[in-house]
Structures are given as structure tokens and as C-alpha cells.
């Protein structure tokens, strides 16, 4: 069941209207901002919020050229950076001032910035499938499809075309869960034309993406940013994006850190299985005690 929620509208220090999506109590004890992945956008989190307490407020974003938000017309823009200036505007918009985040994949690597740039807002960070060494076999997967996709004709075609993409990741998904993943990657438009909800050109950021020695450099730095915020990191048993000794390492450099997997997925969990939510849930209210 879709958990009902509350528009939210925000602008860009450059102009760009940009979109997010409200859901739970405004005077919840604790605020959580979800950031979505390369190709998706805010729907990706709502089988999470469905099965989450429902006490807590959750913030999930459309990042710009994706979903709701406007597509940039500068392809350059498209990039972590800028991204995290935008979460930050939209704390600004609503007054939060303390915020755990959520972030899958490179929601995750937007989270690390955040937690960078302003460290005394970020309450805790939940890093799903992501890390600071990027596994070279995951980022060539994504890139062969991420803008690439070929057109669909209706719904059903367009869950046949998720299926494809995605059925390596959840070998065990259900047929009839198929369609609720397209309804949350793809969009119709007002003629009845089904398309991808994100922009083309978001995908010519990842020839930046390099993984190697001086990345994973860079990265682990930024992660020894995280050492104040208590983290928790969900990866799928399958992932080829997070490898396990990754994930490992990351906790065992981190001061307040915990580790969930997820069996049977790859990259990246959907976070509504019973091992993320657990894990999720009992780091919820690890943070709402802390406050």
C-alpha cells in the first residue's frame, strides 16, 4: 500500500524547481531524509515508509532530473556536489535542523557530502548498498543501461524492461511485484506514453566515475567524516556494487557503526525486506535515544 504523503516544492541556488515528498507527522521525533539512487527517485523508498514506524517523519527526494524536479539543462550539474547543496536548501525551506539520512547508492555518496559540509545537522546516516571503494563490475552494469533503455509501449512491457535489468538483483521477486518496480521507475505521460521518470543525460556523470586507488583514496576519507554521526550500512548479499569485505571494513573504522545484509538481493535492497527494516527500525530509534 502506497503510505499517503505531502508535497513539497523548493527551488535551487540556480533556479531549478525541484520536488520532494512529505510523509508521517511535521512534529515527529525524528526527521529522515531519503536520497534515491542514479535512476530513481522519491517512489523508490515507499515500500520502506509502508513498513516503517509510522512516528517518524520522512523526507524522500526527487533529485534533480529525476521524478518531479526539473531537468537541468547544464548535463554538468549532474553531479554529488551540487545534489548536496540542494538537501541543503531543502532542510533550510523546512526549518529542520537535525536530520538522519537515508541514502542508496548515490543518495549514499550524497549523504557522505551532507555529512561533510554540515556534520552538526546530520543526526545519523543509513548508507544502503554504497561505500567508499565502488566495485568496478557494478558501475559497468549501471552504466550499460542507466539512459540506455529502449523505449516501452505500455505498463506491462515497461515491467517486462525492469525485469530484465533487475531480475539478476531479486532472483525471487514476485511476477506481480514487477509492475509496482516500473510504477516507480517509469511515468505516464499525459498523451498515455509510458517513458523512464528521469533524464537521459543524468548518465553522463558516470564517466567520471573511476574507480581505482585514488578514488577509493578520496572516499575513505570523506567516510572518516561520518565518525560523529552513528551509521548503520544495509548491503545485499549479492551486491556487486558494496563487496562484503567493504562493508566490513567500514564498520570496523567507524566508532558507532552496525551492519545488516540482506540475503537473496544484489544492488541495491529495496529496504521493505524484514532484515533491512529490522535493522532500520532498531537504528531509528538508536538515534531518537541519542537526541
Known amino acids: 500500500m502506497t503510505p499517503a504523503g505531502e508535497d513539497i516544492a523548493w527551488t535551487s541556488a540556480d533556479g531549478l524547481a525541484l520536488y520532494a515528498k512529505s510523509y508521517g507527522p511535521a512534529g515527529a521525533p525524528l526527521s529522515v531524509l531519503c536520497i534515491h539512487g542514479l535512476t530513481r527517485n522519491h517512489k523508490d523508498f515507499e515500500p520502506m515508509i509502508a513498513a516503517l514506524p509510522a512516528r517518524y517523519r520522512f523526507i524522500a527526494v526527487d533529485v534533480r532530473g529525476r521524478g518531479r524536479s526539473a531537468h537541468d539543462p547544464e548535463?554538468?550539474?549532474?553531479?554529488?556536489?551540487?545534489?548536496?547543496?540542494?538537501?541543503?536548501?531543502?532542510?533550510?525551506?523546512?526549518?529542520?535542523?537535525?536530520?538522519?539520512?537515508?541514502?542508496?547508492?548515490?543518495?549514499?555518496?550524497?549523504?557522505?557530502?551532507?555529512?561533510?559540509?554540515?556534520?552538526?545537522?546530520?543526526?545519523?546516516?543509513?548508507?544502503?548498498?554504497?561505500?567508499?571503494?565502488?566495485?568496478?563490475?557494478?558501475?559497468?552494469?549501471?552504466?550499460?543501461?542507466?539512459?540506455?533503455?529502449?523505449?516501452?509501449?505500455?505498463?506491462?512491457?515497461?515491467a517486462e524492461?525492469?525485469?530484465?535489468?533487475?531480475?539478476?538483483?531479486?532472483?525471487?521477486?514476485?511476477?506481480?511485484?514487477?509492475?509496482?518496480?516500473?510504477?516507480?521507475?517509469?511515468k505516464e505521460l499525459p498523451g498515455g506514453e509510458v517513458v523512464l521518470d528521469y533524464d537521459p543525460n543524468i548518465a553522463r556523470s558516470l564517466g567520471k566515475?573511476?574507480?581505482?586507488?585514488?578514488?577509493?583514496?578520496?572516499?575513505?576519507?570523506?567516510?572518516?567524516?561520518?565518525?560523529?554521526?552513528?551509521?548503520?550500512?544495509?548491503?545485499?548479499?549479492?551486491?556487486?556494487?558494496?563487496?562484503?569485505?567493504?562493508a566490513q571494513e567500514m564498520v570496523r573504522r567507524h566508532p558507532d557503526a552496525r551492519l545488516a545484509t540482506v540475503p537473496g538481493v544484489g544492488h541495491a535492497p529495496i529496504l521493505d525486506e524484514p532484515e533491512?527494516?529490522?535493522?532500520?527500525?532498531?537504528?531509528?530509534?538508536?538515534?531518537?535515544?541519542k537526541a
Open 161 to 186: 524492461a525492469v525485469k530484465a535489468i533487475q531480475e539478476a538483483a531479486f532472483p525471487d521477486m514476485p511476477d506481480e511485484r514487477w509492475m509496482d518496480f516500473a510504477r516507480r521507475t517509469y
Open 209 to 246: 566515475v573511476k574507480p581505482g586507488a585514488l578514488t577509493n583514496f578520496v572516499l575513505w576519507r570523506l567516510f572518516g567524516g561520518l565518525k560523529k554521526a552513528p551509521l548503520l550500512v544495509v548491503r545485499g548479499a549479492a551486491s556487486d556494487l558494496l563487496s562484503d569485505s567493504t
Open 276 to 289: 533491512a527494516v529490522y535493522a532500520i527500525s532498531g537504528f531509528l530509534a538508536h538515534l531518537e535515544s
Open 75 to 158: 548535463h554538468k550539474n549532474y553531479n554529488p556536489a551540487i545534489y548536496a547543496k540542494d538537501m541543503g536548501l531543502l532542510l533550510d525551506k523546512l526549518g529542520v535542523e537535525r536530520v538522519a539520512l537515508i541514502g542508496t547508492s548515490m543518495g549514499g555518496l550524497i549523504s557522505l557530502l551532507m555529512t561533510r559540509r554540515m556534520p552538526k545537522r546530520i543526526a545519523g546516516v543509513v548508507l544502503n548498498d554504497v561505500g567508499p571503494v565502488v566495485e568496478k563490475t557494478g558501475i559497468a552494469r549501471i552504466a550499460a543501461y542507466a539512459g540506455k533503455v529502449r523505449p516501452v509501449t505500455d505498463w506491462a512491457s515497461a
